[in-house]
């Protein structure tokens, strides 16, 4: 049996249909730039997270870059960002000619720790150096970050909070979806994330009018009311139509797939009740589960025998933010982020789709539990 860590033959099998439907509408009417599906995906997205903007752009990190942009980060700025990351949430920053401050992350979530926030806060503060500006909030593997806490954070001392959900559509905290729980939220559309296009795609969310204005306008070279009336320094960021009219075939179905993977991930916890720390669950949290993460000591010794049983594995991430060769000038070396450098040693994510089926999920499940009680006995 071959199984793949993300399946999206099977995902596209599935709605095949409807994606050929809307693709060929699109070589029908030949609008391929800003094209008519742009406009109804960002409403139809607005709709999905219960509100607001969206701005359907060329790349998640095309939306990060864009949120900075539009609040104005720049030049002697400091923007806080978890250490245990992707690249892209920390490179906007340094594009923009602002400073990233790495955060340590809480062991349980693998989220920003309001806590460290707290204190990085008041070092920048203390040292006079740079302005702190904004917190960009990253939901790691689909789970939502502390909101209410780092909100709390950034009202106390006027920064910008700024949400990374790259991985997290679909998934809400205390009720709110997120798109909804930042003042800007930048997500992506590439394949293997819960909503993937056939190439890059992103949106921006936001609820404030002016912004999304803003958004709009940097999206298209800074635009005014005219094409060539140039208001402000912008990029080319837009989606392209043909995505947009995949994401519009694709959306109608990612409830009923966020809810698949909850399942597979419950069937994960059960197979590996008390062998590993399980990806934390909270009572007013729902993951969009883009990754099943556990946490375990010697991690290469189950990857290996995973691999031999033909289950394949990542490691998301192996190296924090501050300890990669072009960000070490900005963080404190080794030791500096304890808790980020220890989840990169231990993190070990498994097989994680909504159309896996029931025999391989028995399958993985047999195997893992098999593997992680020989540890136990050992
Ligand atoms: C946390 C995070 N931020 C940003 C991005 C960037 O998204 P994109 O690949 O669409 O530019 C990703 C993509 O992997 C991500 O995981």
Not at 80 to 92: G, I, N, R
Not at 135 to 161: C, E, F, K, Q, S
Not at 166 to 195: E, I, M, N, W, Y
Request: glycine letters at 10%; one cysteine or more; hydrophobic letters at 40%.
């Amino acid at each position: 049996m071959k199984i793949p860590f993300i399946d999206l033959a099977a995902q596209q099998a599935h709605l095949q249909p409807e994606i050929d439907a809307r693709m060929q509408q699109v070589l029908a009417h030949g609008q391929y730039i800003m094209g008519p599906e742009v406009g109804e995906l960002e409403q139809a997205l607005a709709d999905f997270v219960g509100g607001g903007f969206v701005i359907g752009v060329s790349s998640g990190t095309d939306a990060l870059l864009m949120a900075l942009l539009a609040l104005g980060v720049g030049r002697g700025d400091a923007v806080f960002v978890p250490a245990f990351t992707f690249t892209a949430t920390a490179e906007v920053v340094l594009l923009l000619g602002a400073t990233p401050v790495f955060v340590d992350v809480c062991e349980d979530s693998c989220n920003l720790d309001p806590e460290d926030l707290e204190r990085r806060i008041a070092q920048v503060t203390r040292s006079g150096a740079l302005r702190p500006k904004a917190v960009i909030a990253v939901d790691l593997y689909g789970l939502p970050a502390d909101y209410p806490r780092l909100r709390a954070v950034t009202d106390t001392h006027g920064l910008r909070l700024i949400g990374d959900g790259a991985q997290s559509l679909s998934a809400s905290c205390q009720g709110r979806q997120v798109g909804r729980l930042a003042d800007v939220t930048a997500t992506s559309f590439f394949p293997a994330k819960p909503l993937g296009c056939f190439g890059d795609g992103g949106a921006v969310f936001t609820c404030d009018h002016a912004l999304a204005e803003t958004l709009r306008s940097i999206r298209a070279h800074g635009k005014g009311t005219e094409k060539y009336d140039i208001v402000r320094v912008g990029v080319n960021g837009r989606l392209d139509t043909l995505q947009a009219a995949v994401l519009l075939a694709k959306l109608p179905a990612l409830r009923a797939e966020q809810s698949r993977r909850e399942q597979l991930s419950r069937r994960y916890d059960a197979a590996l009740a008390g062998a590993a720390r399980l990806p934390a669950r909270g009572e007013a949290y729902v993951s969009a589960w883009a990754q099943y993460t556990i946490q375990i000591p010697r991690r290469d010794r189950l990857q290996q025998q995973l691999s031999e049983a033909g289950i394949p594995t990542q490691i998301y991430y192996p190296r924090p933010m501050h300890l990669q060769p072009a960000y070490r000038p900005y963080g404190g070396g080794e030791g500096s982020l304890p808790v980020a450098e220890r989840l990169s040693q231990t993190v070990l994510s498994l097989p994680m789709h909504p159309y896996m089926p029931g025999d391989v999920a028995d399958y993985i499940c047999e195997q893992l539990s098999q593997i992680v009680s020989a540890y136990a006995e050992g």
